[in-house]
């Protein structure tokens, strides 16, 4: 969410309200230009492997690659072969035209694309080139929990029900909420769904996970 004009369809770095050298207020042109033109011919620099970038969709949403190039195009302002490859359902990598434009995309939380309203993560890759496998990056809720279980500690030891890794608990659902809203990674978001009964103490109550369509609010930086 662009914390300028609170629009949920681009980060700040790309907001025609931020204020640009000499009193201009569209950063988004700086990206055109000829070496933003889909051709590679005329001496244009080729794409680098060094500016590959992983896309997840957040939550529930299902995208071609020719949809994440056009949200691309929109979202950077510009017209730019991709290379757009899917890695699983909802995750796909593809290569930025240049390093600013990644550099803004990949520290600015998540973001909805506008064009079909995907709510998703980039980031830069930090596997190992011969990994043969990467975990999603998914929303989740958790319904269910015990008064003695509601403090974020609890929940990232609970880690091997819920995913890999526990990327950020919210804080309110925690406190206000019958719902938890828990951001993880995993092998397969899709499949987190189940019923898991859970012992606290001596005590056993079944905990409901499910996939959460979308953040309810802005997620914390992280």
Known sequence: MCYLCKDSGHPAALCPDRPGVGGAHDVRPRHRGPWLLPHRGGGHPAPSLSLRAILTIVG??????????????????????????????????????????????????????????????????????????????????????????????????????????????????LRKEEEVQVKVKCLDSSKLRATVRVFFNVQGFDLKIGPSPQPRRPPPLL
């Open 60 to 173: 529930v949403g299902v995208a071609s690659p020719e949809m994440i190039e056009a949200e691309l195009n929109h979202l950077c302002q510009c017209v730019w072969d991709w290379q757009v490859t899917p890695t699983s359902d909802n995750s796909f990598t593809m290569i930025f035209p240049d390093a600013i434009s990644l550099g803004y995309c990949t520290h600015s939380g998540d973001i909805t694309l506008t064009l079909n309203k995907l709510v998703v993560d980039i980031s830069e890759p930090k596997f190992d080139p011969k990994a043969v496998a990467v975990l999603d990056m998914a929303w989740i809720l958790i319904a269910g929990l015990p008064d003695v279980a509601r403090s974020e500690r609890v929940i990232r030891n609970m880690s091997k029900i819920l995913g890999k890794v526990v990327v950020v608990v919210d804080e309110i659902s």
